[in-house]
């Protein structure tokens, strides 16, 4: 769990055979990695698994543990394959109640279009709280620490949103130095500013399509003066020429 002042550790779960088996492209936690990095929040774990009910319940439940956040993607509609809350709650060893304000607002969306299966969508694990969403009709679903949302893509996004600032927290800062020469040569100098500055992430990422520079070198922190201090100490260190632009 993430230590106060820093940022809250986020674990994505995505639920679905037809993600595994290629028949629909990855949506959901592909748009949640640069928006949780913008909100300040750290992303420690995507893991996508099939429509099995063991699977979800294992994953969610050890994410849930590890993690502050775990944010769960499908599986919450009324068919078959819809086993997310069953898994869930299952892992927890709390059953699956029907929450009487979901069904209300179910009822009151479908009217005389009300077909019994749609009420599984108001089936959630004993315990699970509803926050407040943009429709009146859709809140979301939180159970402990695990925030369940449907996997359909515009759906996702939209209840995500009305829960974003949830996962606000203070923004990275990212500095760059761009770099010609091989990583190798680069490594010795990153070790020496890794352990001169721990409160700042270093990366280093080869390109092999770029002329200008070969390296590209990130220097990250919570704090803007920590992230300038390590790239003022990464240049001071590399020869001449070798750094030819910074952002």
């Given at each position: 769990?993430?230590?106060?002042?820093?940022?809250?550790?986020?674990?994505?779960?995505?639920?679905?055979?037809?993600?595994?088996?290629?028949?629909?492209?990855?949506?959901?936690?592909?748009?949640?990695?640069?928006?949780?990095?913008?909100?300040?929040?750290?992303?420690?774990?995507?893991?996508?698994?099939?429509?099995?009910?063991?699977?979800?319940?294992?994953?969610?439940?050890?994410?849930?543990?590890?993690?502050?956040?775990?944010?769960?993607?499908?599986?919450?509609?009324?068919?078959?394959?819809?086993?997310?809350?069953?898994?869930?709650?299952?892992?927890?060893?709390?059953?699956?109640?029907?929450?009487p304000e979901l069904e209300r607002l179910l009822r009151g969306c479908y009217g005389d279009r009300l077909e019994e299966r749609n009420l599984r969508m108001a089936d959630v694990p004993e315990g699970a709280t509803l926050v407040g969403a943009d429709h009146p009709s859709w809140p979301v679903t939180r159970f402990h620490n695990v925030w369940i949302l449907p996997g359909v893509p515009v759906v996702f996004r939209r209840k995500f949103d009305s829960i974003r600032e949830h996962f606000r927290a203070r923004p990275f800062h990212v500095r760059r130095a761009y770099c010609l020469g091989e990583e190798g040569a680069l490594a010795g100098h990153l070790d020496a500013v890794v352990a001169g500055h721990p409160e700042v992430s270093v990366g280093s990422y080869p390109r092999f399509d770029a002329r200008e520079y070969r390296v590209i070198v990130t220097l990250e922190s919570k704090d803007p003066a920590a992230a300038e201090r390590a790239l003022a100490d990464l240049c001071a260190r590399l020869p001449a020429g070798v750094v030819v632009r910074t952002e």
């Open positions: 769990m993430a230590e106060p002042g820093a940022a809250p550790t986020v674990a994505i779960v995505v639920i679905g055979d037809e993600i595994l088996s290629g028949k629909f492209a990855e949506e959901n936690a592909a748009w949640l990695i640069p928006t949780l990095r913008e909100l300040g929040a750290a992303l420690r774990r995507i893991v996508v698994i099939p429509d099995v009910v063991s699977d979800i319940g294992d994953t969610v439940k050890a994410c849930a543990e590890r993690f502050d956040h775990v944010i769960t993607s499908g599986g919450v509609g009324p068919t078959h394959d819809d086993l997310t809350m069953e898994g869930i709650a299952g892992a927890f060893g709390v059953p699956v109640v029907r929450h």
